[in-house]
């Protein structure tokens, strides 16, 4: 090849070794790009606003810390208390409302039905357990029990800790059989506890084949108490039911103390809100 004018051509390519610059200082690295971590977040907030921080639903201590309240609260029938702190209220309620489980709460359970509240139950049951002449050590304060409107099972649950025998019985078919799959749950987590019979039937007209009740107590308000729950309160029993104040259209809480001549004798404790009682089945 001819040397072209003017002198030795300049080299390109490839370049000697101390001719290569040297490379300019990398940046630094760029953190990469983690789409999954918001997500990774979002799934670690719910945990931990789902469930209180260091006790699972299940922990003995929040249930012990409703019993608390409800004795802050004024309940001091210890068997009640005991009742309140054996049977699990979170197994009685949907999955998407176990966080509030044991919150003085009245929670939904479908149908338009509801749980409820730990404290109006617990007011309501000492009421029964503190009838005239019965025993203070009484073994079983609520004798035989009807229980008006099963719901989820969770009154009927406690009822069983204090009742000789609780019958309980539900107008909706499909509450029905949700409190029987509850029971059946509470039955196979403790045993030795006292079962409950279960009637799908009109809560109005009780249930006479068990009759006559020393307490008979109800989860739903009417105009007026049917007389049939009247009927079969055996002499020395004692009702607990919401009725409707005429004077004002809003519910009460009314007490029928059938005396041992077999009059009836009735008073009042306070306003209270419940589902309306309604008749027949579905």
């Given at each position: 090849?001819?040397?072209?004018?003017?002198?030795?051509?300049?080299?390109?390519?490839?370049?000697?070794?101390?001719?290569?610059?040297?490379?300019?200082?990398?940046?630094?690295?760029?953190?990469?790009?983690?789409?999954?971590?918001?997500?990774?977040?979002?799934?670690?907030?719910?945990?931990?606003?789902?469930?209180?921080?260091?006790?699972?639903?299940?922990?003995?201590?929040?249930?012990?810390?409703?019993?608390?309240?409800?004795?802050?609260?004024?309940?001091?029938?210890?068997?009640?208390?005991?009742?309140?702190?054996?049977?699990?209220?979170?197994?009685?309620?949907?999955?998407?409302?176990?966080?509030?489980?044991?919150?003085?709460?009245?929670?939904?359970?479908?149908?338009?039905?509801?749980?409820?509240?730990?404290?109006?139950?617990?007011?309501?049951?000492?009421?029964?357990?503190?009838?005239?002449?019965?025993?203070?050590?009484?073994?079983?304060?609520?004798?035989?029990c009807l229980d008006i409107g099963t719901g989820c099972g969770y009154q009927a649950a406690l009822l069983s800790c204090l009742a000789r025998r609780v019958v309980s019985?539900?107008?909706?078919?499909?509450?029905?059989?949700?409190?029987?799959?509850?029971?059946?749950?509470?039955?196979?987590?403790?045993?030795?506890?006292?079962?409950?019979?279960?009637?799908?039937?009109?809560?109005?007209?009780?249930?006479?084949?068990?009759?006559?009740?020393?307490?008979?107590i109800a989860a739903a308000g009417g105009a007026a108490l049917p007389p049939a729950w009247l009927d079969q309160l055996a002499p020395g029993g004692r009702l607990v039911?919401?009725?409707?104040?005429?004077?004002?259209?809003?519910?009460?809480?009314?007490?029928?103390?059938?005396?041992?001549?077999?009059?009836?004798?009735?008073?009042?404790?306070?306003?209270?809100?419940?589902?309306?009682?309604?008749?027949?089945?579905?």
């Amino acid at each position: 090849m001819s040397t072209p004018p003017g002198g030795p051509r300049t080299r390109r390519f490839p370049l000697s070794l101390d001719r290569v610059a040297a490379p300019a200082k990398a940046a630094p690295a760029r953190e990469l790009l983690r789409p999954q971590a918001p997500l990774e977040q979002a799934a670690r907030d719910k945990r931990q606003h789902s469930t209180p921080q260091g006790l699972g639903m299940d922990s003995r201590a929040v249930q012990r810390r409703m019993v608390d309240r409800l004795q802050a609260d004024g309940i001091r029938n210890p068997r009640l208390l005991q009742a309140f702190g054996t049977i699990p209220r979170h197994w009685f309620v949907d999955s998407a409302l176990v966080n509030q489980a044991y919150e003085d709460t009245s929670l939904p359970i479908g149908l338009g039905q509801t749980i409820s509240k730990p404290s109006v139950i617990a007011s309501m049951v000492e009421l029964l357990c503190t009838r005239p002449g019965l025993a203070p050590d009484a073994a079983f304060p609520l004798g035989q029990c009807l229980d008006i409107g099963t719901g989820c099972g969770y009154q009927a649950a406690l009822l069983s800790c204090l009742a000789r025998r609780v019958v309980s019985i539900e107008r909706l078919r499909d509450l029905h059989l949700k409190a029987r799959t509850n029971l059946d749950r509470l039955r196979a987590g403790l045993p030795g506890w006292q079962d409950v019979r279960l009637v799908y039937g009109d809560g109005m007209l009780g249930h006479a084949p068990n009759a006559p009740y020393d307490t008979i107590i109800a989860a739903a308000g009417g105009a007026a108490l049917p007389p049939a729950w009247l009927d079969q309160l055996a002499p020395g029993g004692r009702l607990v039911a919401p009725t409707e104040d005429p004077r004002t259209g809003t519910q009460i809480l009314t007490i029928v103390d059938r005396l041992p001549s077999g009059q009836l004798q009735q008073a009042t404790a306070g306003q209270v809100l419940f589902v309306p009682l309604k008749s027949g089945t579905t």
